[in-house]
């Protein structure tokens, strides 16, 4: 894939999809791929927000992130519910600075 530094690829996200996770290392992967095969990939962030899994997925996640321009992984250290996930995320700042995509 040819990077894309045309202006609209600098901007702020277009959408911000967050990915809820607990234990899901049967469809993380195909959750990811789905999201990374979008034509929009390239304007969109994503956070996998993991409630403390114990089958590998989160560290499946944080590697796969790590490559992703607009990526970031979350580890909340307990099993959080889905509304307190969501709710902590709508109150909190950016879990990783602000920056330029590029």
């Given at each position: 894939m040819?990077?894309?530094h045309?202006?609209?690829?600098?901007?702020?996200?277009?959408?911000?999809?967050?990915?809820?996770?607990y234990n899901g290392?049967?469809?993380?992967?195909?959750?990811?791929?789905?999201?990374?095969?979008?034509?929009?990939?390239?304007?969109?962030?994503?956070?996998?927000?993991?409630?403390l899994?114990?089958d590998?997925?989160?560290?499946l996640?944080?590697?796969?992130?790590?490559?992703w321009?607009?990526?970031?992984?979350i580890?909340?250290?307990?099993?959080?519910?889905?509304?307190?996930?969501?709710?902590?995320?709508?109150?909190?700042?950016?879990?990783?600075p602000p920056?330029?995509?590029s």
């Amino acid at each position: 894939m040819i990077a894309d530094h045309s202006p609209s690829s600098l901007l702020e996200p277009l959408v911000s999809i967050i990915v809820l996770n607990y234990n899901g290392a049967r469809w993380l992967q195909r959750c990811l791929d789905s999201l990374r095969a979008q034509t929009v990939f390239d304007q969109i962030e994503v956070i996998v927000a993991d409630n403390l899994s114990s089958d590998g997925s989160d560290r499946l996640a944080a590697k796969i992130l790590e490559s992703w321009p607009r990526g970031a992984f979350i580890q909340h250290g307990w099993n959080r519910l889905v509304w307190s996930t969501f709710s902590q995320k709508s109150k909190e700042p950016a879990p990783v600075p602000p920056r330029r995509w590029s």
